[in-house]
């Protein structure tokens, strides 16, 4: 490979190289933003769907100890214990996948506080209202349960929805610094490219330069010299740092000149 071709051949695959590198980096940093907001949305979406679960099976539980304690309905005895049993398990299935449990306290505490109290009415406050209920008869309200699920049921109820209500928008709090952490990402993305734009500006910049002064200002001068030696007869002088195939070429123009003029002498 000659010179002149070597400098061109070895200028423009600098920039393919610096071209493929630069998107090798950014395809992997936009591989990984693009991870981690997949895995913050699927944490986002799982949290809701386990939050709603519990709200589910809370409004469950509600419906059927109020059917149970003002109205004295029976039947809603095992709706309430599954109710419970699903809300628990519910629980323990966001315990285990939370990456921050701090937020799931406040939601295991008014869980157990509503266990306590709901297993303690259908041991004893229950049964002892069957024993004086009469199963052929219309269910009427009971004012002593309206009164139980009043003082002490009601506030518990609040407490936990209010609790699982929390939870379903703990994840928020907890996306602000994954969202910084995804932002130094996107820019960590983008500056491989900026900075490969920069080097292939001053590259091309280069090799503009150095074509202009070792290869096209050269060719113009050869091209001028020849063109007033053929009109003219003026001699044939081009001045000029001339390296490599430029040389060879204004060398060889000179030579033919020098025939030239030995053959009509």
């Keep these: 490979m000659t010179g002149l071709r070597k400098r061109v051949t070895v200028g ?20 990984h933003l693009s991870r981690d907001t ?6 986002n979406k799982r949290n809701i769907e386990l939050a709603k679960e519990m709200l589910d099976a809370a409004h469950e539980q509600n419906i059927a100890l109020i059917r149970l304690s003002v109205f004295g309905d029976r039947s809603c005895d095992s709706l309430c214990r599954k109710s419970m049993e699903r809300l628990e398990n519910t629980l323990l299935v966001a315990q285990s996948e939370a990456l921050e449990k701090s937020f799931l306290d ?6 157990t506080e509503l266990r306590l109290v709901t297993d303690n009415y259908l041991a004893f406050g229950g049964a ?15 004012s002593l349960g309206g009164r139980w699920y009043s003082d002490e049921y009601q506030a518990l109820y609040g407490r936990l929805t209010a609790a699982i209500k929390s939870y379903m928008t703990s994840t928020q709090s907890s996306l602000v610094p994954r969202a910084e952490q995804m932002k130094k990402n996107a820019y960590r993305a983008v500056t491989p490219v900026l900075i490969s ?4 500006i001053a590259i091309v910049l280069m090799l503009f330069y150095f074509m202009s002064i070792y290869c096209v200002t050269p060719i113009e001068r050869m091209n001028k010299g020849l063109g007033d030696w053929l009109s003219f007869r003026v001699p044939f002088a081009v001045k000029g740092d001339l390296k490599d195939e430029v040389l060879e070429l204004k060398e060889k123009i ?10 009509k002498s």
């Design 106 to 111: 406040s939601l295991a505490f008014a869980t």
């Design 197 to 200: 734009l920069a080097v292939m």
């Design 128 to 142: 002892s209202r069957a024993s004086r209920a009469d199963s052929l008869t219309a269910l009427r309200p009971d």
């Design 254 to 263: 000179e030579a033919l000149i020098n025939i030239s003029k030995q053959t």
């Design 38 to 43: 997949g895995e913050i949305l699927k944490a």
């Design 12 to 31: 423009f695959l600098s920039i393919v190289c610096l071209l493929f590198f630069s998107g090798m980096v950014s395809f992997l940093e936009l591989s």
